[in-house]
């Protein structure tokens, strides 16, 4: 790890890579070959495709041939609602004001009409909401495709997923679920979900960037974005990076371990604790909710994230103001927004998220650089007044 981040809390972004899916990696790469070709080169690094995709469709509760391997988890939210409202003939689309950017720009462009459902401002799903838009949709005669997130990328609340489910399943609707900060944090069951597409992404649970899955019923195989040579059984184009594939695969075989979510779990509460001494006044969004245990998503009034982020990395600290998928910017987070928190209060948002990684000293190590960065704002206020 980078000398200068010594203190790396930003796995929701992307996690440090896994020693064994390194160690997978330089693997394949001694390997030559397509793996659509027949020949003796070819069969070998086909293999190394099918031992990941059986891999990480054990991981996410999924049979082999329901493992389609992307570019990318954006790739995959792409293909299940872009394609997905193509080719399953949907009059229109429901997402979440929530949802990552990504599943709300890919809405935006696919040509249909799109129904946006609230949050509550404890960060859930409004469910009667959907419920309304669901009964709207049958009093017209309408079909809908549902993009929700299971897990909030900002927060780490996780939505109520069976509820939804329950909702969507017995109607001709279609659900697409974005479990890319659940996978490996939450048991996904998608073989036994009423859940007719799920994206996952390597590069937050330890593997690779540049390599997702979308998770993809039998029902559903019409759903293509790229389609390319017939490659993914035909349902993505594209030869297959299969370095990054089997980085995927050995990312799995880590994940997840009992051990790892009862620690990252502790350290969070640990945070949570030394966050509550130091000011009386924190704010934790989604606190009352069921979150995954690594997401710390706070706010001390009066501290701008902006100020903090910039004094915690020349500590060595990497933290974040939300998602990271908006070129390095540091802006207002829709996610706060559609919860209703004021904006002096977000503008104050700092997410610190744990994975495999981290450890108690990361914590201790934060509280104390930020209680005396808090300290010497405080100060400086006082100076200027």
């Known amino acids: 790890m980078n000398a200068r981040l010594a203190h790396y809390l930003d796995h929701n972004a992307s996690a440090p890579l896994l020693p064994e899916s390194q160690a997978a990696i330089v693997s394949a790469l001694e390997f030559i070959g397509n793996p659509s070709s027949v020949h003796v080169a070819g069969r070998a690094v086909r293999a190394l495709v099918d031992d990941a995709r059986e891999q990480v469709a054990e991981a996410a509760g999924a049979k082999a041939k329901q493992v389609v391997f992307t570019g990318s988890a954006t790739e995959a939210i792409t293909q299940a609602i872009v394609a997905g409202s193509a080719t399953l003939n949907v009059d229109e689309i429901i997402v979440s004001a929530g949802d990552h950017t990504a599943a709300l720009k890919a809405a935006e462009t696919s040509g249909k009409p799109v129904r946006i459902i609230g949050l509550t401002s404890d960060g859930q799903i409004d469910a009667d909401g959907l419920r309304a838009a669901i009964g709207t949709l049958a009093e017209t005669g309408r079909s809908a495709l549902v993009a929700i997130h299971l897990v909030n990328n900002e927060t780490g609340v996780v939505q109520p997923i069976a509820e939804i489910e329950a909702l969507v399943g017995p109607t001709p609707h279609f659900l697409f679920v974005d479990a890319v900060q659940a996978f490996g944090k939450l048991p996904l069951d998608f073989a036994a979900r009423a859940t007719d597409m799920m994206a996952i992404s390597a590069h937050k649970i330890g593997g690779p960037a540049g390599v997702g899955a979308l998770l993809v ?105 939300g998602s990271a998928c908006s070129s390095g910017k540091v802006g207002k987070s829709h996610v706060l927004e559609a919860m209703s928190v004021a904006p002096d209060l977000m503008a104050c948002a700092l997410r610190v998220s744990f994975g495999w990684s981290s450890r108690e000293e990361d914590v201790d190590v934060f509280l104390q650089t930020f209680a005396a960065l808090i300290d010497r704002h405080k100060k400086r206020q006082g100076e200027a007044a």
């Open 217 to 321: 019923k039998e029902h559903c195989d019409t759903v293509r974005l790229i389609p390319g040579g017939g490659q993914e059984q035909g349902r993505r184009g594209g030869t297959e990076p299969v370095a990054l594939i089997a980085g995927f695969g050995a990312a799995t075989e880590r994940f997840p371990l009992a051990y790892e979510t009862a620690h990252v779990a502790d350290l969070s509460a640990r945070l949570e604790n030394g966050l509550q001494k130091l000011s009386k006044d924190v704010a934790i969004f989604g606190g009352g909710m069921e979150r995954v245990g690594n997401t710390v998503n706070f706010a001390i009034p009066g501290y701008k994230s902006s100020v903090a982020m910039m004094g915690l990395d020349l500590e060595g600290i990497a933290v974040s103001s």
